[in-house]
């Protein structure tokens, strides 16, 4: 099938979504699917999100974004993110009445509020509320997101999971060929992600522990935690293998976030069989409870001392069931496609409309119709032409 992806969260950024997407697009290529990525590294003018500037968005892009989607004439559409490039792409399947699919992996509105506690939490539900609702099928991380987009007002909702990278992300990679945080005193509590405010992760910095607390991964928030924290240690961002080598020899991943819809990097932890601390919210509890791989607790303390108990095999085995190709697989049901006939001919006659609207003799005759009508002394309708 010809699929056609439009994300604002592509790379080179690296983070949760990220690695979903770009992980889906290669197993579904693996699969023999034809897949198009619409992505702003894609040689797009960009602009830095305000507040976080390690993320680029493609503002003036809707013209290109619908000649790339009628040239390479999808028999299904999914539409990733609600940033600029989805927009552009949802206006342009609205143009033409073509279905598409949208997923929501991330907490927007609380991100927005985060930043602006001054602007309304209804406001930004509205607006992506709005987005989703507008397309097919809502592909959301977890049941319990499922359960509260819901009561939120949202529609076509199914839970599609995340997967992990097992072959990477394993227990061999405790110790081999040593130990990453030789010096450091033991046990090491870790959190990977993205440093900034609506991670929480100043809830992790700020408990009393034993041993040491290490920070995995950039962010807008960096900056001011490490001097209000000197004794955490702060390892900048890691990728594959390295990254593997970091969560494997930790005793405890720590996930303080309470806006994240599923949470990636628990996942990844466990598969090399450290076990998870968290809080009991969306995500964490979709994931860790009956798993016997980590503790959550309304005391995240409580959770990360109750985790230094938890076996490591318990934990590897549990992340056993996110597999990528049962996650990809998952997805491609999810989609709304036509039949490629039909998709063909619709294609072709929308490359045919355009093509004329876009001819010298069609931009004469509609500016020609527009003038003898004003000499007429009557109004000039905005389609005319």
């Known amino acids: 099938m010809k699929i056609l992806l439009v994300t604002d969260a592509w790379e080179p950024q690296m983070n949760g979504v990220v690695r979903t997407l770009s992980k889906t697009v290669e197993s579904l290529r693996a699969m023999g699917h034809d897949v198009e990525v619409i992505a702003p590294s894609d040689g797009y003018w960009t602009m830095p999100l305000p507040t976080y500037p390690d993320i680029r968005l493609a503002p003036f892009a809707r013209r290109d974004v619908e000649r790339r989607i009628v040239r390479f004439a999808p028999e299904a559409i999914h539409i990733a993110t609600e940033g600029p490039l989805g927009q552009a792409a949802r ?50 991380t977890t049941p319990s997101m499922v359960e509260f987009l819901d009561s939120k007002g949202f529609k076509n909702l199914a839970p599609w999971a995340r997967g992990v990278d097992l072959a990477t992300f394993n227990p061999k990679r405790r110790a081999a060929p040593e130990d990453v945080y030789k010096g450091l005193a033991r046990p090491i509590f870790i959190n990977v992600g993205r440093i900034a405010v609506e991670k929480n992760i100043e809830a992790f910095l700020s408990l009393d522990l034993p041993g040491s607390k290490v920070v995995v991964g950039h962010g807008p928030q960096e900056e001011q935690l490490k001097k209000k924290y000197p004794e955490a240690h702060f390892m900048g961002s890691k990728f594959g293998e ?144």
């Not at 001054?118 to 992506?128: D, G, Q, S, T």
């Not at 007429?376 to 309708?381: E, L």
């Open 242 to 385: 390295e990254l593997a080598r970091y969560f494997a020899d930790a005793d405890v991943f720590v996930f303080p976030s309470k806006t994240d819809t599923f949470g990636l990097v628990i996942i990844e932890a466990m598969a090399t069989g450290t076990p998870v601390a968290a809080y009991p919210v969306t995500g964490p509890i979709d994931i860790v409870p009956g798993s016997g791989g980590g503790v959550l607790d309304e005391d995240l303390k409580t959770a990360c001392l109750g985790a230094l108990q938890c076996e490591r095999k318990a934990a590897a085995r549990h992340a056993q069931n996110y597999s990528w190709d049962a996650v990809t697989k998952k997805f491609f049901d999810y989609l709304t496609p036509e039949y490629e006939p039909t998709a063909r001919k619709r294609w072709r006659r929308i490359r045919r409309l355009m093509k004329i609207a876009s001819s010298p003799f069609h931009f004469i005759r509609r500016n020609l119709r527009r003038i003898w009508r004003i000499i007429r002394g009557k109004p000039v309708p905005d389609n005319l032409g």
């Open 91 to 140: 206006a342009v399947c609205l143009k033409w009445g073509a279905a598409f699919t949208t997923s929501y992996h991330t907490k927007f509105p609380e991100y927005i509020k985060a930043r602006f506690p001054f602007i309304p939490l209804a406001w930004p539900y509205k607006f992506v509320r709005d987005f989703h609702n507008s397309g097919g099928r809502v592909m959301v």
